[in-house]
Structures are given as C-alpha cells and as structure tokens.
C-alpha cells in the first residue's frame, strides 16, 4: 500500500522525533541490514541516517575496541600460541585475528576494513 503524506504551511520539512531517529539508526545496525534500503523504507535518503548516528552518538554492539600500534611494535607483540589468519590491506593496516575469534565477529572486521 502507497502511503502519502502531504504537507502544508510554510515549514517544507518533515519533523522527525528522537524515538524515530533511534528506531531508524537501530534498524540500520541491525544485522545484515543496509543502510540504503533502511532509508528508502524510510522515505529519507541514507546520508541522513548516518548525520543521525552522528548526533545520537551510536555505537554498534558487538565490535570490539582496537588498539591501534606502530607496525615495529606490533611484530614485537605478536607472540601467539595458537593459529593465526594475517590479513594485509594494501599496507593501510594489517590484522592479525587468533583462531579462538568468533567467526561472524572476524568477518564484520574485514568487512569494515576492506571498505577503507
């Protein structure tokens, strides 16, 4: 069903509540969602959505925190007892994820940094 909303007065712009925002920056973290068909069901374009994680400070579960080191330090801290997989991206970073890593966890991290 088409739903149509019409608009008048002197104000263009559709008003959006707190509740709203959240409930739409939620449906975009949820897992498998993309953002671009969150916000077409939306009626908003995707860049909105990501300005909305902006100003309601979202943060995604499930990630965890990075440190981030000096490739020298690093080689020197990397002394594992179990198996490895290394990845390289292009020499912007290199990740290094213990075999004991949740499996869906390790891919959203590729994921994240093969985008960049």
């Known amino acids: 069903m088409t739903r ?10 559709r008003r959006w509540t707190d509740e ?19 916000a077409r ?9 990501y300005r909305w994680r902006r100003e309601l400070g979202a943060v995604v579960d499930g990630f965890a925190q990075v440190l981030l080191a000096p ?3 690093a080689v020197e801290a990397a002394v594992v007892a179990e198996p490895v997989s290394e990845f390289d991206f292009g020499g912007r970073a290199r990740v290094r994820i213990p075999a004991s890593f949740p499996a869906e966890l ?9 985008r960049r």
């Open 71 to 73: 490739p020298e330090l």
């Open 106 to 114: 390790a891919a959203a991290v590729v994921k994240a940094l093969s």
């Open 41 to 49: 069901r939306a009626d908003i374009r995707s860049g909105q959505i």
């Open 20 to 38: 709203e925002k959240r409930a739409i920056v939620e449906a975009s973290f949820a897992p498998g969602a993309v953002v671009a068909e969150v």
């Open 4 to 13: 149509v909303e019409v608009i008048t007065g002197p104000e263009r712009r």
